[in-house]
């Protein structure tokens, strides 16, 4: 008896359960059906406004490869849209960073002249401090979701800074090293390998002096590798902005390191090229045998234009690449930021992230993860047969995380200082 009133409470308590289980799993169905039917209202309304619109797309534009991706994006959108993209070329981000600033201060909150940006780093947490970016759009948009921000964290963060929806992931990059292999046969894979073989072949390495971000990037590189045996507590500085204190402790070692270096570089290292493109040439003309580019795809696509000889070959240093992830903005002021949003969808796509991967066109690694693709977007982002001179598929085994963008000025003053045209 008292096992049947037992059974029959459970029962009811059973039922119960159930029944409160069925109505929190339809409440909870409910809501996302809600949430995701604003989405796409919101997303309809963002259409509507942003068709047959012009968007001038303000961009690095010292490399043909990416000047030609962006105007096979421009076409895509013309179609889709019925948007004119206008590529604004840069010969540096912080340009379109002081046309922007100089909007705000004369009150032009509605009528900017840069609608989109390509941006990361320094540029985007000068933009984020002054308040010059459209927040909380980049995670909205469609095609944000084949991202994985959920297991893939890295594209709601440049250069340790939260991006607060304010960028749109576009591309992944890394420092890579190229090498005529006529010159020289056993390229260094490490640092330490750099300075041993810099003072082996004299005069055949060199690197684009500060503020150019190529040159700065091999800065980077070099401290990242100078503290990996450092101090936690140390190692952490570089993730932090920086003080007076910290200056001193992080950097003294690399310019220790460029002390040792600079004597064995290209004219002794008294004099330095300003930009990569110029470093690039030197390769050609032979006066260097060793180089490296933030842009990999760089290399066999100057090598099939003759602008470097067809012995280059490309390589990841060993010890680590440093990498980050490139992303593009919309200026607070933007004119037609309903536009700027399409655009970066589309970029966003798998469609445009598969032909900016393939080494023919661009080389950039996609930031997508492929196992948000379905079978059918898979299949564009198969590999084709590299070139000799491109580099080899999965060769970096270990990326260096860029340090805080309050570094690059640090380095930059420190470097004009020691060794800028005065000294």
């Known amino acids: 008896m008292h096992v049947s009133r037992f059974g029959k409470i459970l029962t009811r308590y059973g039922i119960c359960c159930v029944a409160f289980f069925i109505s929190l799993t339809i409440s909870i169905n409910s809501?996302?059906?809600?949430?995701?039917?604003?989405?796409?209202?919101?997303?309809?309304?963002?259409?509507?406004?942003?068709?047959?619109?012009?968007?001038?797309?303000?961009?690095?534009?010292?490399?043909?490869?990416?000047?030609?991706?962006?105007?096979?994006?421009?076409?895509?959108?013309?179609?889709?849209?019925?948007?004119?993209?206008?590529?604004?070329?840069?010969?540096?981000?912080?340009?379109?960073?002081?046309?922007?600033?100089?909007?705000?201060?004369?009150?032009?909150?509605?009528q900017g002249s840069v609608d989109l940006v390509w941006i990361n780093g320094a540029n985007f947490a000068t933009m984020s401090e002054h308040s010059l970016l459209l927040k909380q759009w980049a995670n909205y948009l469609p095609n944000f979701k084949y991202t994985d921000p959920t297991n893939n964290p890295a594209v709601n963060f440049d250069f340790g800074i939260p991006t607060q929806g304010m960028e749109a992931p576009w591309g992944q990059a890394s420092l890579t090293f190229y090498y005529d292999s006529l010159a020289t046969d056993n390229p260094p894979t490490t640092l330490d390998e750099l300075v041993i073989w810099s003072a082996k072949n004299t005069g055949r390495f060199s690197?684009?002096?500060?503020?150019?971000?190529?040159?700065?990037?091999?800065?980077?590189?070099?401290?990242?590798?100078?503290?990996?045996?450092?101090?936690?507590?140390?190692?952490?500085?570089?993730?932090?902005?920086?003080?007076?204190?910290?200056?001193?402790?992080?950097?003294?070692?690399?310019?220790?390191?460029?002390?040792?270096?600079?004597?064995?570089?290209?004219?002794?290292?008294?004099?330095?090229?300003?930009?990569?493109?110029?470093?690039?040439?030197?390769?050609?003309?032979?006066?260097?045998?060793?180089?490296f580019t933030f842009s990999a795809p760089e290399v066999p696509a100057a090598v099939k234009r003759y602008d470097l000889p067809a012995s280059i070959r490309s390589y990841a240093m060993s010890d680590g690449s440093l990498s980050n992830t490139h992303f593009v903005a919309i200026p607070y002021n933007a004119a037609h930021p309903n536009s700027a949003q399409l655009v970066a969808n589309f970029l966003l796509s798998p469609q445009a992230q598969a032909e900016k991967q393939k080494s023919d066109i661009w080389g950039d690694r996609t930031?997508?993860?492929?196992?948000?693709?379905?079978?059918?977007?898979?299949?564009?982002?198969?590999?084709?047969?590299?070139?000799?001179?491109?580099?080899?598929?999965?060769?970096?085994?270990?990326?260096?995380?860029?340090?805080?963008?309050?570094?690059?000025?640090?380095?930059?003053?420190?470097?004009?200082?020691?060794?800028?045209?005065?000294?």
Not at 249 to 269: A, I
């Open 31 to 110: 809501n996302a059906s809600a949430a995701n039917t604003d989405l796409n209202l919101r997303w309809q309304g963002i259409e509507q406004l942003g068709k047959n619109q012009d968007v001038y797309f303000h961009a690095w534009g010292g490399d043909p490869q990416i000047n030609a991706y962006i105007q096979w994006a421009a076409q895509q959108v013309k179609a889709l849209y019925d948007i004119n993209l206008h590529h604004v070329k840069l010969s540096d981000t912080s340009e379109a960073v002081s046309r922007v600033l100089a909007e705000k201060s004369a009150n032009n909150d509605t």
């Open 207 to 291: 690197y684009p002096k500060p503020p150019d971000f190529l040159g700065l990037s091999f800065l980077k590189y070099a401290l990242v590798i100078l503290h990996q045996d450092s101090a936690i507590e140390i190692q952490s500085l570089l993730n932090q902005p920086v003080t007076d204190q910290s200056k001193v402790v992080v950097l003294s070692p690399l310019w220790d390191f460029l002390d040792k270096l600079h004597p064995t570089l290209w004219r002794n290292g008294k004099h330095f090229m300003t930009s990569g493109a110029q470093l690039r040439r030197l390769v050609d003309d032979t006066e260097l045998s060793l180089a």
């Open 367 to 423: 930031v997508l993860i492929h196992s948000t693709l379905d079978n059918k977007q898979s299949a564009w982002f198969k590999a084709q047969k590299p070139h000799s001179s491109a580099l080899p598929f999965d060769s970096i085994q270990r990326t260096l995380s860029e340090p805080h963008p309050d570094w690059v000025n640090a380095i930059s003053q420190g470097w004009n200082l020691r060794y800028g045209v005065s000294k």
